[in-house]
């Protein structure tokens, strides 16, 4: 087997467990929704999951044995998307002092609210 080929492999398998690792951390959601900040078995059965599919991927970077250079533009290029990701978030849900969280908006507002958050929520 070539080294691309088995490169190849190590993308696609690393792709695997990342997307199960997005539902596992989707359903850590829910569950902490759930339990309203209580600690429950299935909350911390569900976190070391994902623990665990955060150490698997890691794991198989390390078999794609890059070099050094190739190491951090690797690390620069998730760091990049990471704060992308961030700033988004910001943008969609920014953090509202609980006081207006309580009051209601303007129906101009709202329009306003809708119209800028919807195509980032899309994208």
Not at 79 to 86: E, G, K, W
Not at 97 to 106: E, G
Not at 115 to 120: L, T, Y
């Amino acid at each position: 087997m070539s080294i691309e080929a088995g490169r190849s492999r190590v993308f696609k398998s690393i792709s695997k467990i990342y997307k199960l690792g997005l539902k596992e951390f989707e359903k850590v959601g829910i569950e902490q929704k759930a339990s309203r900040g209580k600690k429950s078995k299935k909350l911390t059965r569900l976190r070391r999951r994902v623990g665990r599919l955060r150490l698997e991927i890691a794991q198989e970077i390390g078999r794609l044995n890059l070099t050094e250079r190739a190491r951090q533009r690797l690390i620069n290029s998730i760091r990049a998307v990471q704060n992308r990701f961030r700033e988004a978030n910001r943008e969609i849900d920014p953090p509202i002092p609980k006081r207006l969280s309580k009051k209601r908006l303007r129906p101009d507002d709202q329009k306003e609210f809708k119209r800028r958050i919807s195509p980032q929520r899309n994208a």
